[in-house]
Structures are given as C-alpha cells and as structure tokens.
C-alpha cells in the first residue's frame, strides 16, 4: 500500500475568512461599546431550552452568521452581564477596554506563558504585573509567582507548597497529621484545596468574624497542635462581607513560630491600592504566599488569579513537572510559570492586565478601586437614613450587608427573582449570624447611589 498523498485544498478551517472575522468583531465592537451593558437575564431568561440548539453540531457545515444569532438572541441574553453596573451579587467582574481589547489578541495570537523558552516576551511582561501586585503588598523584591485561573487554583498551589516545604520548619520532621489554621470565615476554596491534598482545617475561633494572632497563638499551645500545623490562612477581605483578618497580629504569632502564611487577598487584595484602607492590610508583607484576583476587583478579564511567593525558590521543586520531553525547560535557570502552580500548558492570562496596567497607569487603578469604597460608604448610609431597611454593619471593604426586617430566606430569594427579572438589579441573598440578609458587593465604579437607592426602594 503506498502512502496517500496529502490533499493539494487546504482545509478551510485554517484560512482567514473576511466575511466570518467582520461577523465576529463587528459583534465585539458592539459589545465593547453598550452604555450602559444591559444586565441580562442568567437562568431566569424566558424560553430559554436545548432546542434552541437542536442539529447545531452536525457532519456538514453551517452559515455562521446563523450560529451567532443563536449565541446573541438566546444564549448572550442568558447569562447576567457581571460588567454591568447594577450586577451587586456574588463579586462582580468589570475589564478595563484596554484589558478586554488585548483578551483579543492573545486570543487571536494563540498566546501561552507555560515556559520561558516558548514564552520569553510573555513571561516577561507578566512578570512586570506582578512585580505591581507584590510591590503594593511590600513583598521582597525576591518575591514572584504566576497567574492562574482563579483564587481556587492560588490558594491549592500555595498550600501544596506549605505542605511540602513543612519539614524544614518543623525540625525535619514530616507531620504525620499535617493541618492548616483556618476560621469558618475562610473561603469554601481553601476546604476543598485542604481536602485535595489531604491536609486537615484546625479551625480556629474568631473575634468579631476577624482572625487573630491570639487566638492562633492559643490554639496553637495545645497540645499536638504546634508539631502538625503546616500552615496559617488569612483572609484579606472576606468575600461574604470583606472583612480583613488581623494580620498584623497574625504574622507576628507565624514569624515568631516559624509557620507559613497564606493570605488569600483573592477579592481584598486589590484594596491594596487604595491609601484610604491601605491600613488595614498592615502585616500582609509577611506573606510567605499571597493571592489576588485581577478578574475581581482588578479589572482583567476571566480568568486571573496571582499567586505570589515570597520565595519562589520554595514553589519550584513542588510544581515543576519533571518528563523527559520537558528537559529542555529546566537545561537552564530561566524562569518558567509552569514551575510555580499546578498547571503546565497554561494561556498568557496575565498580559490583559499587564497591558491595562501599562495604558491606565496605576492612578487610574487607585481612582477606580477608591471610587468604588466610596461607594460603598456612601450605601451603607443610605441604608442606615432608609426607614424599612437596616444595615448590618459598617463596610470594610466593598460589600455591604442589610437585611429587610421582618424577612426570611424565601423572602428575599422571592425579591432578587424579581429584581433580576425586572431589570433593575441582580442582587441575591447571603446569611450573616445565622440570619438571611442582603449583601451588595460593589465593584463597578459606575454603580451609581441611585441605582442603589432604586433597589432599596424595592424592599418597602
Ligand atoms: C473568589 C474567592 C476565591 C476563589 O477564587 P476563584 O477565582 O473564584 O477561584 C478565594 N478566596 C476568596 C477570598 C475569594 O473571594
């Protein structure tokens, strides 16, 4: 049998195509420019089912023009617009232009950032970004680390690192029951990395929803407890209502006990911008691992998450993968990203924001991320003159809580279906204390006082 020769046609999937590209970024120019970015309607969108999709994929081609009107009539209108200025729920997301224009070219680049050896121009921009982050958090100028797809995957790899490096902090010795100090308000993402990697929370009680050097300090001085913690986990700025642990304290009790320290800064960490809170993150220096998440309050597209090393020496051993095709990696001592997570192949994801850093300047982050506490401030007060409404407490950060007295769960699940369905805002329900309550996080600078005002008009 001979061998065939290869088609002299080349395959259509790979030559440019004028009429699909203007399709495409005319739909994306459209999109950049809405003023303001509708909300949307998620899973509460009207006739919203897989026939919409029916014979879609198939053997044969289709008229694209067709498939994306299906995506911009039934499937856009079907996810909430996270850069919308009244989306308050969950944390929202809103990219710069710059950021989201430059997505676009490392998407249409085919940009990676696994290694230096393919990604040297990558590597070394993301890098620049991260030197910004690290260098507002007062970390060393030794510091370094990469981006990764989220918060979750940061603190996973920060905490295999703790873990592996462990022995050399506890006189050689590996623990047999290694644990991680944590309070029941750290993020649902450390439990899961912790059960991952078979490592135990030693949940430590807080005071007043904060995390303290005390209080580690005490649990710490039982017995069993010194020998098997691997780890302390801070949260800078609490997700469900962005609070700071007291990480002043706490890295004091770390140091003197020689114990790593995590700060998840996964949402907070961006406050590192702003003078008026700057305060409040005193001690984060001390970080032996630090995450912020440019894709929250850092406007870079999904998804960016940093995770810094205060010793990226420490990480490498842990997280470079070791096969006989990735030698080439590691013949020299350049720095590859791959080397500082859990991850290999991995997209250029930090060069959005390292554009964006770059076109803004850093003023523009500081203005966007102090507009948006003032904000904050400025709800909590209004909440405070509103008569039906009462606010939970004094904001921290950028999330505030209320409740509705005389509410339960169902009732404010009942309101934000309605809120979402009437346009006017997608706020849902947390609990604070055992109690249902409200909870706006704000992000956008955009969020107006009266659009917070048409929302607490809704709770009468
Ligand atoms: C959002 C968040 C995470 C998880 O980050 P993802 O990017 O969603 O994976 C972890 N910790 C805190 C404090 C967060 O706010």
């Known amino acids: 049998m001979g061998v065939t020769e290869p088609s002299p046609t080349r395959n259509p999937m790979f030559q440019y195509d004028e009429t699909l590209a203007n399709l495409v970024f005319d739909y994306c120019r459209r999109r950049l420019s809405l003023e303001p970015v509708p909300l949307d309607f998620g899973g509460q969108a009207p006739g919203l089912s897989k026939d919409l999709l029916a014979g879609l994929i198939g053997a044969k081609p289709n008229d694209p023009e067709k498939i994306l009107s299906v995506f911009s009539e039934h499937l856009a209108t079907a996810i909430v617009s996270a850069d919308s200025p ?98 029941d308000e750290t993020h649902s993402s450390v439990a899961k990395a912790l059960n991952i990697i078979g490592v135990e929370p030693l949940i430590v009680p807080h005071r007043d929803h904060r995390l303290t050097g005390a209080a580690i300090d005490h649990a710490l001085s039982e017995p069993g407890a010194a020998e098997s913690v691997v780890a302390v986990v801070a949260t800078a700025g609490t997700t469900n209502a962005g609070l700071v642990d007291d990480l002043v304290t706490i890295s004091e009790v770390t140091r003197r006990r020689d114990i790593w320290l995590h700060v998840d800064g996964a949402y907070g960490g961006a406050a590192l911008f702003a003078p008026s809170v700057r305060d409040r993150f005193a001690g984060i220096e001390q970080a032996d691992s630090l995450v912020i998440d440019p894709h929250k309050w850092l406007y870079a597209p999904f998804d960016c998450a940093a995770i810094l090393y205060r010793d990226p020496a420490l990480a490498r051993p842990v997280h470079s993968q070791q096969a006989e095709y990735l030698d ?96 006017i805002g997608f706020v849902t329900p947390t609990s604070w204390e055992g109690r249902p309550v409200g909870r706006f996080a704000f992000l956008h600078p955009d969020t107006s006082l009266e659009m917070v005002g048409e929302i607490l008009a809704t709770l009468a």
Request: charged share 20%.
């Open 86 to 183: 009244r989306f308050l729920s969950f944390i929202p997301a809103v990219p710069t232009k710059a950021s989201l224009l430059f997505d676009m070219i490392v998407s249409c680049s085919c940009l990676q950032g696994t290694s230096w050896l393919e990604a040297a121009g990558a590597v070394l921009a993301e890098n620049q970004a991260l030197r910004v982050l690290a260098d507002l958090a007062g970390l060393p100028a030794s510091a370094g680390g990469c981006f990764v797809s989220g918060g979750s995957m940061g603190n996973l790899s920060a905490l295999v690192v703790a873990r592996d490096t462990a022995p050399s902090r506890l006189d050689g010795v590996k623990p047999s029951r290694p644990r991680v100090v944590v309070s």
């Open 328 to 423: 080439v990696f590691h013949d020299t001592e350049e720095f590859n990203p791959s080397d500082y997570a859990y991850h290999l192949t991995r997209r250029a994801r930090g060069l959005p924001l390292w554009f964006s850093l770059a076109v803004y300047g850093t003023d523009a982050y500081r203005d966007a991320v102090e507009q948006v506490l003032t904000t904050a401030r400025l709800s909590a007060a209004l909440i405070e003159e509103t008569e039906h409404v009462e606010l939970v407490r004094q904001p921290e950060l950028s999330v505030v809580l209320f409740s509705r007295p005389g509410w339960e769960r169902a009732d404010y699940d009942a309101w934000s279906v309605q809120l979402l369905n009437d346009q």
